[in-house]
Every structure is written in structure tokens, then in C-alpha cells.
């Protein structure tokens, strides 16, 4: 089975960093996704890892370590707009999508 | 190009009911894949289609069919709706079913509730 953790919930200032860390157990690994989606819309794509290291796409960046199973997204500047949940999901051996349960950020005034 | 399309939008059944959700994209893709969507438990898939003609069972498919008779339809069917499958069904689709690079796009949901 696939397993992959993520903190429900954070909580940061607007114009600060937030980092949203994901770690998986899967069957095989075949990259990592994450999505964005707003409250009662579709998810979008944010952003891919196979490799280890660190992918970088304006204000988001994501790392990714396959040693450790561990990527994070870290969001800078944050915007109220960036308020959100943050899906982290990962292809196993069958090539197929699995998700964490998510990642509400709350970006406050 | 609109993407993914759903139907309906939102939808409230009675137990017992069939039901189909309907899920058309235009971009080609061939495959797609059923999600539903519950608090706490995030995306969880349903049935996939890696091309017209076939498809696969997901994570939990008991109480679901799904049928795939060209590349851009791909309705789920819900054959006796209970009150457990109430959620938010997603639809997505992909330029390719295997390989590593799998970037899904997702259509809008159908909130359907079974009471």
C-alpha cells in the first residue's frame, strides 16, 4: 500500500515563507507531484520531482529526497490568495496517483 | 477549449438510486481517472482508463462501474447509490496512462449527496 503524510494544517503571515513537508512509504517511486487547490475547486499542478534536489517556479519551490522518502513545497511571499490546501501525491510501481490528505494553509493579514 | 468538463455540478439522490456522472475532456488524453474526494482522506481513485476501450479498478472501486467507449467520454456509474458514497468526485485525465511524468488535469467535481 501507498502512505504518504502530510501535516493538516498551517498557519503563516502574509509576506512570510512556508514550508509543507511530505513524507511517503509507497511501492516504488516513480516522482511526486504537488497540487494546489482552492476551497470547492478542482486541484492544480504546482510542480514535479524524480530527481533529488530542489525544483524552483517563482515564488514556489519543491525538494525532493527519494533516500529519506521526504519532499517539501515551500511557499515564499505568501499572498492571501496562496490561501489553500497543498496535496502532496506520488506515483508508485502501477503509475497511478496517490494523495495525501492535504494541506490547509491559512495566510493571515 | 474547455479542458474537463463534469455533469452535473452538484447532486442530491436518494438511496437505492442509479446514478451517472458524466466526465468529457477535449484534449486528447488517453487516459482518465475517477477520484472521490472526502474530508481527511483526500483523492482516492476510483476507476482509471489508461486508453478508449479499457480500464482498470483503483484504490476503492466496490459500488462503482465505469465504461470508456471513445477517448474523450468516461462516465462513472453508481448502479444502487448508498449513503456512503456522498462526497466530491473528481474526473482527470492525462496525456498518457504509465510512464513516470503523469501530470493529471482535473475537471471542476460533482458534490453528490445520498441520503
Known amino acids: 500500500g501507498q502512505n504518504i503524510d502530510q501535516p493538516t494544517e498551517m498557519t503563516a503571515t502574509e509576506g512570510a515563507i512556508v514550508q509543507i513537508n511530505c513524507t511517503y512509504q509507497?511501492?516504488?517511486?516513480?516522482?511526486l507531484f504537488w497540487y494546489q487547490q482552492h476551497a470547492g475547486e478542482a486541484p492544480t499542478f504546482l510542480s514535479y520531482n524524480v530527481l533529488d534536489g530542489l525544483e524552483e517556479k517563482g515564488r514556489f519551490s519543491s525538494f525532493l529526497s527519494r533516500s529519506k522518502g521526504y519532499s517539501y513545497l515551500l511557499l515564499k511571499e505568501l499572498q492571501m490568495k496562496d490561501s489553500a490546501s497543498y496535496l502532496c501525491a506520488v506515483i508508485g510501481d502501477d503509475y497511478k496517483l496517490s494523495f495525501g490528505a492535504g494541506t490547509t494553509v491559512t495566510v493571515r493579514a | 477549449i474547455a479542458g474537463i468538463t463534469q455533469a452535473p455540478t452538484s447532486q442530491i439522490l436518494a438511496a437505492g438510486r442509479r446514478m451517472t456522472l458524466r466526465c468529457t475532456q477535449d484534449m486528447r488524453h488517453n487516459a482518465m481517472y475517477w477520484y472521490r474526494q472526502d474530508l481527511g482522506l483526500g483523492l482516492r481513485l476510483i476507476h482509471y482508463?489508461?486508453?478508449?476501450?479499457?480500464?482498470g479498478k483503483g484504490e476503492v472501486p466496490d459500488g462503482y462501474s465505469v465504461s470508456r467507449a471513445n477517448t474523450d467520454d468516461f462516465p462513472l456509474t453508481l448502479a444502487s447509490a448508498v449513503p456512503s458514497q456522498t462526497s466530491v468526485y473528481f474526473c482527470?485525465?492525462?496525456?498518457?496512462?504509465?510512464?513516470?511524468?503523469?501530470?493529471?488535469?482535473f475537471g471542476p467535481g460533482t458534490r453528490l449527496t445520498v441520503l
Open positions: 482527470a485525465s492525462s496525456a498518457a496512462g504509465g510512464g513516470s511524468y503523469n501530470e493529471q488535469f
Open positions: 509507497t511501492s516504488g517511486f516513480n516522482g
Open positions: 482508463s489508461n486508453t478508449a476501450g479499457t480500464t
